[in-house]
Nanobody, 123 residues
């Protein structure tokens, strides 16, 4: 059973920083596309950032572009989300996601989720 465990959430100040980590209990971590999603109160789930298996292809939501940085350390089976210049609108539960083995249908054979971690931005 693959497990994704998020850590590093908590309370951040507007304009400040938080760093989220997601540790994966899978030995083929290096083959997975890793993403961070978030869900704010009263809103749907939003894709925040995505990083390819190699770390060479990265995408961000417009709302976080220029402020957040996703990275991965395949040797540690860990993906990170560095959140800088925090805004109150960044307050949400953040979820780590791992997708692997892209199929011809466009779906992924493997799709795993962490339990989520709260990040609150407030002065």
């Amino acid at each position: 059973q693959v497990q994704l465990v998020e850590s590093g959430g908590g309370l951040g100040q507007p304009g400040g920083s938080l760093r989220l980590s997601c540790a994966a209990s899978v030995f083929i971590f290096s083959s997975y596309v890793m993403s961070w999603y978030r869900q704010a109160p009263g809103k749907g789930r939003e894709l925040v950032a995505r990083i390819s298996s190699t770390g060479r292809d990265i995408n961000y939501a417009d709302s976080v572009k220029g402020r957040f940085t996703i990275s991965r350390d395949n040797a540690k089976n860990t993906v990170y989300l560095q959140m800088n210049s925090l805004k109150p609108e960044d307050t949400a539960v953040y979820y780590c996601n791992a997708k692997g083995k892209l199929l011809r249908s466009g779906a992924y054979e493997y799709d795993f989720w962490g339990q989520g971690i709260q990040a609150t931005v407030s002065s």
